[in-house]
């Protein structure tokens, strides 16, 4: 639970002068008079108005002198981010650490003040989670495996298995497990979705960067480079020894071949393609299709086949 006053100066706002005490956030349909709530534009601001709440987080853009002396509105320049702040900051304080008892966390394990490890997970030796982590239910962490703080990974998920190389000998065709001993670094404030594996390195490290949020069925196989604030939707796989640069996207079902590279700020449109050994650069710049190029190219090429 948090005052008004507080809550304002988690986003940065000048407070109204009531003392509304706030527990959870809401829609505007389920709101009550314990709760906040956002609004985008004037049409959602009215209608926030009208509701339950106890507070709105509305857009600065939209103040005016009718609405100036209302003391539920909490002005912000972005009310979407602010209410995701918001919601940050009430579960923290509603939300307490401890280790299920039906987990299997071995003895040299290091777990970090206020982290939460859920039924069925299981740690193993020599892993090392930081603080105020939530690891979900049947979450599986491999040996050599590294968390920071404010990690969360949902069910399910697979942190640091073994990688997918192997080593073929020409004369039998047979296949060898090449050496898969490295690390998994997984930095601050990090979010990996259900069902999500992310190998170890091979002889080196695999490493996901500081605030990347990953989402369910995603794999990212060994080696990989993961930049800070990259997004990565559902079902995307990439292949060994590929580096995401930060802000990067990948929409849902993007595949990556190895070695391949996804520059700063590029943005890859759902079920894009980057071949191995691929550079897509352009801080902005929007790539699509199998193989993935820029969009106008796409757009024209889609136009050209439907000519045809």
């Given at each position: 639970m948090a005052n008004l006053e507080q809550v304002a100066e988690w986003v940065h706002a000048e407070?109204?002068?009531?003392?509304?005490?706030?527990?959870?956030?809401?829609?505007?349909?389920?709101?009550?008079?314990?709760?906040?709530?956002?609004?985008?534009?004037?049409?959602?601001?009215?209608?926030?108005?009208?509701?339950?709440?106890?507070?709105?987080?509305?857009?600065?853009?939209?103040?005016?002198?009718?609405?100036?002396?209302?003391?539920?509105?909490?002005?912000?320049?972005d009310p979407r981010y602010a209410f995701a702040v918001v919601a940050q900051q009430l579960k923290g304080r509603r939300e307490a650490g401890g280790v299920h008892p039906t987990s299997v966390v071995a003895g040299n394990v290091v777990l970090g003040s206020r982290t939460k490890v859920g039924p069925g997970a299981v740690l193993e030796d020599g892993v090392v989670v930081g603080e105020d982590c939530s690891l979900g239910a049947n979450v599986t962490v491999y040996a050599g495996t590294v968390l920071g703080d404010r990690v969360v990974v949902q069910a399910g998920a697979v942190l640091g298995s073994t990688g997918f190389g192997y080593a073929r000998d020409a004369e039998s065709g047979r296949y060898l497990l090449f050496p898969q001993q490295g690390t998994l670094v997984?930095?601050?404030?990090?979010?990996?979705?259900?069902?999500?594996?992310?190998?170890?390195?091979?002889?080196?490290?695999?490493?996901?960067?500081?605030?990347?949020?990953?989402?369910?069925?995603?794999?990212?196989?060994?080696?990989?480079?993961?930049?800070?604030?990259?997004?990565?939707?559902?079902?995307?796989?990439?292949?060994?020894?590929?580096?995401?640069?930060?802000?990067?996207?990948?929409?849902?079902?993007?595949?990556?071949?190895?070695?391949?590279?996804v520059g700063t700020g590029v943005i890859l449109g759902g079920g894009a393609g980057v071949l191995s050994g691929k550079k897509m650069r352009g801080v902005g710049e929007v790539f699509w299709g199998r193989p993935a190029r820029p969009l106008k190219e796409y757009l024209k090429d889609l136009a050209r086949l439907k000519r045809q």
């Open positions: 407070a109204p002068a009531i003392g509304v005490e706030i527990l959870r956030v809401a829609s505007l349909e389920g709101a009550t008079a314990d709760s906040i709530v956002f609004a985008v534009d004037r049409t959602t601001l009215e209608l926030a108005l009208r509701s339950q709440a106890g507070a709105v987080l509305a857009n600065v853009r939209q103040r005016s002198e009718e609405l100036e002396s209302n003391p539920r509105v909490v002005w912000v320049a997984v930095e601050d404030d990090v979010e990996i979705g259900a069902n999500t594996t992310i190998d170890r390195g091979a002889l080196g490290e695999t490493r996901i960067g500081r605030g990347t949020k990953i989402d369910n069925l995603v794999h990212i196989a060994h080696n990989c480079t993961i930049g800070q604030d990259v997004i990565i939707a559902a079902q995307t796989g990439i292949s060994g020894s590929s580096v995401v640069e930060d802000g990067a996207i990948l929409g849902g079902q993007v595949g990556i071949g190895e070695h391949a590279t």
